[in-house]
């Protein structure tokens, strides 16, 4: 696992858009994401089963994101995981092959410099600045995303992956995407708290 900054530049997000400052395992741990490593030899599953086991995640999946394995909803199924969302449920993916970025939401900063005031004392750029974090995600890397947190997924050149998604319940994954609301939904503003909290 690799981490940093996300440049913000325009353009195809499967390139790399390293800004060339990198984020360390414990400012992803301040967030409440973690990752691991399990190599991908025989006895993966069996880690992956104690994982389970030990959060109680009673179900699991296998996804190929490419074109064959999505067919005529490939377009939009990679717009949608593209786009900025949190899930009520923590979502954990184990990669089987390929490689991918997994960009979480960094903490949000008070702007540096006051900004101008307009002529009715409305500050022009006061909105607080919380940037992108990529987390480059490979075959045998396990990313744990904590219930609230904004991010997106896109995969990289390779244009392949296959991943494993574990489940508490049923297979059910609702996206919430970004908006004035999903700021007040109880599961943003109890891990904004939490990542507070741990701060
Ligand atoms: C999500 O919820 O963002 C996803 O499941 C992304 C695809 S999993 C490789
Ligand atoms: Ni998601």
């Known amino acids: 696992m690799r981490a940093y900054y996300f440049d913000n530049l325009p353009g195809d997000p499967r390139l790399p858009h390293d800004s060339a400052r990198p984020v360390t395992s414990e400012h992803l741990k301040s967030l409440n994401v973690e990752t691991w490593h399990i190599p991908l030899t025989d006895d993966y599953e069996d880690k992956i089963d104690a994982i389970a086991r030990e959060r109680e995640y009673k179900n699991r999946d296998t996804i190929n994101v490419t074109k064959e394995g999505f067919g005529d909803a490939y377009e939009e ?116 708290k939490s990542i507070s909290q741990a701060a």
């Open 77 to 192: 199924k990679i717009k949608m995981f593209f786009q900025e969302h949190l899930h009520e449920d923590e979502e954990i993916r184990y990669l089987i092959s390929g490689s991918c970025y997994f960009d979480v939401r960094g903490k949000a900063h008070k702007p540096k410099f006051k900004s101008k005031q307009t002529q009715d004392n409305v500050p022009l750029i006061e909105a607080p600045s919380d940037s992108w974090i990529r987390v480059v995600i490979s075959a045998g890397d396990l990313i744990v995303l904590p219930p609230g947190i904004y991010h997106r997924f896109t995969l990289d050149e390779g244009n392949k992956v296959e991943a494993m998604r574990l489940f508490k319940d049923a297979p059910k994954w609702a996206a919430i995407n970004r908006s004035p609301e999903s700021d007040l939904n109880e599961h943003r503003v109890g891990y904004l």
